[in-house]
């Protein structure tokens, strides 16, 4: 049976009270014999339940909405018409981008309400009240929008620098995009007062972001055909719980090594993925003095997770050095802090004949020594023979290395080989 509260409340969908009006309550007192008390507690009670800013007729979905979001938190409260029973039906109700927020927690509640037919009968209708919580989905876990912003953004400010119309059928794609980002060196802790600077994981995590949007923005994409990633060179700061390098060598750190090792890899997916909605991702990874088995550890997570990547391809193996051709182009990746940079075009060709002779340009890259550097070395005046690159880094400078005096540009680099004509473009990223 629908009490004489359900009724009231039933009447006042369809019959809004005007809060201006003398003698409001007059028309709800005599259709249902209540008192004056009555109906203002009534009235009351459904303005703070059933309505939000407005009162307005009864929709067939939906009687009232709050929303209140505070930082990266965000409460929806809903009357709906139908019970909610799964993470899809929560998302309709509340109107939520599953993109962009994910659930904490929810519930839903029945309720019957006394509604005021067109012949003046009162009808009960099974309401539902849905209540959530949700939480903003962080950058680094955010990969589908914001691999869906980012390509909008890309392709919107290359065109203002390249003359190819995107979409053109004739645009060849016939270039390699390297994206050379050395010796980050995550959960390295550096205090302003000591070095000059402030770093820490946080900070980490946004230059290397920051980096790859702004090398990225710089680019043609449209005439990329694959995209070279090294991962590695120091990537983390230490190689063990015990916050030493791989030699033993104490470190100033950020934070537990176990939080490291799950942030760099969270950092990493996420990039992997956003690059491989542009073209092919071929991630190679090479170890450093400071990280060789947590590096190694970390690319075997980056294997096993793009296994069915198509997009993706993961190089580990456990040599030091290791190797890649993309046309007339060969590379040759490894950390520098080993051999002699005189000795390494010749390592290369002993090492690695067949790619040696199998291509035009031959490439070095290694890091360790957080700067700009190159040695070009000819083998006749007619051949080309190779070079080696010594990539910068983008690393704060801790209390050691600044008590030694080594402080450079906070740099990474992008490289852009052609198939047939070979180093094309090189860009550069100085953090401010």
């Not at 929806?76 to 799964?86: G, L, P």
């Not at 997916?269 to 956003?274: K, L």
């Not at 031959?362 to 990539?391: C, E, M, P, S």
Request: charge should be positive; include cysteine; aromatic fraction near 10%.
């Amino acid at each position: 049976m629908v009490s004489k509260r359900q009724q009231v409340m039933g009447y006042f969908i369809n019959n809004p009270i005007n809060d201006n009006k003398p003698n409001k309550y007059k028309e709800v007192m005599k259709a249902f014999n209540i008192t004056l008390k009555q109906a203002s507690s009534y009235w009351i009670h459904f303005k703070n339940n059933y309505i939000n800013t407005e009162i307005a007729n009864y929709s067939e979905k939906e009687i009232k909405k709050i929303i209140k979001q505070e930082g990266d938190s965000l409460n929806i409260s809903v009357n709906i018409d139908y019970e909610v029973k799964s993470l899809n039906d929560l998302l309709e109700a509340c109107e939520v981008d599953a993109k962009k927020w994910e659930v904490v927690s929810w519930q839903c509640k029945k309720w019957d309400l006394g509604i005021k037919s067109k012949d003046q009968k009162i009808e009960t209708k099974a309401l539902y009240s849905v209540s959530a919580k949700f939480k903003a989905i962080p950058f680094l876990k955010n990969t589908e929008a914001q691999k869906e912003i980012l390509l909008k953004e890309l392709f919107k400010k290359s065109e203002k620098v390249a003359p190819i119309v995107y979409g053109e059928t004739n645009v060849k794609k016939d270039n390699l995009l390297e994206l050379a980002l050395f010796d980050m060196h995550f959960g390295k802790l550096a205090h302003g007062e000591e070095s000059g600077e402030d770093y820490d994981i946080k900070i980490a995590a946004k230059r290397y972001i920051s980096a790859v949007e702004s090398l990225l923005n710089r680019i043609n994409l449209s005439t990329v055909e694959r995209i070279l990633l090294p991962v590695g060179q120091d990537l983390l700061n230490v190689d063990n719980l015990q916050g030493t390098t791989t030699a033993g060598t104490p470190q100033d750190n950020d934070s537990r090594f176990y939080k490291v090792v799950r942030s760099v890899k969270n950092i990493l997916i996420a990039v992997i993925e956003m690059l491989s909605k542009i073209a092919p991702v071929d991630v190679v990874v090479v170890v450093g003095n400071h990280d060789e088995q947590s590096t190694f550890m970390i690319g075997e997570m980056l294997d096993a997770y793009f296994h069915n990547n198509r997009n993706v391809s993961v190089f580990n193996t456990a040599s030091l050095r290791k190797y890649y051709k993309y046309g007339i182009v060969g590379f040759m990746f490894t950390h520098g802090n080993r051999e002699k940079q005189n000795d390494l075009g010749m390592i290369f060709a002993a090492e690695n004949a067949e790619l040696w002779a199998s291509v035009k340009q031959r490439y070095i890259q290694i890091g360790h020594y957080h700067h700009n550097k190159k040695i070009t070395t000819l083998q006749t005046q007619d051949f080309q023979g190779f070079q080696v690159q010594i990539l910068p880094s983008l690393s704060g400078s801790d209390y050691w290395h600044t008590g030694k005096g080594f402080i450079s540009l906070k740099q990474a680099k992008a490289f852009l080989y052609n198939k047939n004509e070979g180093l094309i473009g090189e860009f550069t990223y100085t953090e401010k």
